[in-house]
T-cell receptor, first 115, second 111 residues
């Protein structure tokens, strides 16, 4: 079975541009979360979506937005990119809000470099 | 802020048991202890979780002290592929998607 898939795997943008990152959860998983991981640090929670509704948001500016589609895939959008947005963006899925096992399944991430 | 304290780095000989400690002195009664690891350039991988009883699965064992203020992740026979950053996390079961990662422990397995 396919795991969590993310695209693109790598991308380079310049300051002020906009970026869209995509995530497909594991089949049957309805909850998707997004994390930002800056080099040398642990991942930081950005958003959680469940059944197309935002269920949680971390401490990130309004330049960051996301949405979830009827097929449970998700997009993370970042506007007006800053150098500090350079990071690995991770998507994770789980069956529901409170799954039977509690584990979160992560994708391999999209590495964004802002020049 | 993360609710856990872990040593920044550890090393272990290949084939030996790797014991990774974690302090979580402010854990509340309904918070679980989760462990994830992140191998270089990959997404984090779930290892194990527990509430108050010791847990074991095919990857590792989790030992939680009786007062639940600390725990130890045990990799029984460490291999080079276990080299990774290990994160100890405490959170409510219902909030298991909103993980607050700390800095973790960088585990190096030496041949």
């Amino acid at each position: 079975d396919a795991g969590v898939t993310q695209s693109p795997t790598h991308l380079i943008k310049t300051r002020g541009q906009h970026v869209t990152l995509r995530c497909s959860p594991i089949s049957g998983h309805k909850s998707v979360s997004w994390y930002q991981q800056v080099l040398g640090q642990g991942p930081q929670f950005i958003f959680q979506y469940y059944e197309k509704e935002e269920r949680g948001r971390g401490n990130f500016p309004d330049r960051f937005s996301a949405r979830q589609f009827p097929n449970y895939s998700s997009e993370l959008n970042v506007n007006a990119l800053l150098l500090g947005d350079s990071a690995l963006y991770l998507c994770a899925s789980r069956p529901g809000l409170a799954g039977t096992t509690g584990e979160l399944f992560f994708g391999e991430g999209s590495r964004l470099t802002v020049l | 802020d993360a609710k856990t304290t872990q040593p920044p780095s550890m090393d272990c000989a290949e084939g030996r048991a790797a014991n990774l400690p974690c302090n979580h002195s402010t854990i509340s009664g309904n918070e679980y202890v989760y462990w994830y690891r992140q191998i270089h350039s990959q997404g984090p991988q779930y290892i194990i979780h527990g509430l108050k009883n010791n847990e074991t699965n095919e990857m590792a064992s989790l030992i939680i002290t009786e007062d639940r203020k600390s725990s130890t992740l045990i990799l029984p026979h460490a291999t080079l592929r276990d080299t990774a950053v290990y994160y100890c996390i405490v959170l409510l079961y219902s909030s298991a998607s909103k993980i607050i990662f700390g800095s973790g422990t960088r585990l190096s397995i030496r041949p």
